[in-house]
């Protein structure tokens, strides 16, 4: 009995994880780039996904829900580790970039997202889904958190 539990519950994890390479979106570099809107602790934003002359991606907020403080000034990245960028308004910070596409695991990562909530980087995975939406996943130190952002159009 538990054997056979066990082993359902690998097919399981099994499948829920080749899942996401059957997305035939995730079968070319280029379906990364474009414009997406998310959530991520309440806050709504979108990025531009741009690809750069050598051939990586490039992440960039272009827009969030509440980019004013109460004063009505833009908010800027005040918690960015780079005290150069900590004048840059959240709606204009680069989240990642040197995004690579991995066309045998069929998903693009090897770079660093930051999240300018925390001021922290983390290692970037991402993927569509099968609904197609982009999972974007970070971990840090074996601890991870995956968002979903939706293709603008």
Same mark, same amino acid.
């Given at each position: !009995? ?13 499948? !829920?994880?080749?899942?996401? $390479?059957? %997305?035939?979106? %995730?079968?070319? $570099? ?8 998310? #959530? ?6 979108? *990025?531009?996904? *741009? ?10 907020? *272009?827009?969030?829900?509440? @980019?004013? @403080?109460?004063?009505? %000034? ?7 580790? @780079? ?9 204009? *910070? ?7 596409? %991995?066309? #045998? ?16 980087? $983390? ?5 569509? @889904? ?24």
């Amino acid at each position: !009995m538990i054997k056979k539990l066990f082993i359902s519950l690998i097919v399981i994890l099994f499948s !829920m994880g080749s899942s996401n $390479a059957q %997305n035939p979106l %995730n079968n070319s $570099a280029d379906n990364i780039v474009g414009r997406y809107s998310g #959530q991520y602790s309440g806050e709504k934003f979108q *990025v531009k996904i *741009v690809k750069l002359t050598n051939g990586t991606y490039r992440g960039q907020m *272009v827009w969030i829900e509440h @980019d004013k @403080d109460d004063s009505g %000034n833009k908010l800027l990245d005040t918690k960015n580790p @780079d005290h150069k960028l900590r004048n840059t308004p959240l709606d204009r *910070v680069v989240i990642f970039s040197g995004l690579k596409y %991995n066309p #045998q695991k069929k998903q693009w990562g090897d770079t660093k997202i930051y999240d300018p909530q925390r001021g922290i980087k $983390a290692n970037l995975t991402i993927t569509f @889904d099968d609904k197609g939406q982009l999972r974007v996943r970070g971990s840090l130190m074996g601890i991870g958190q995956s968002v979903y952002w939706k293709k603008e159009n």
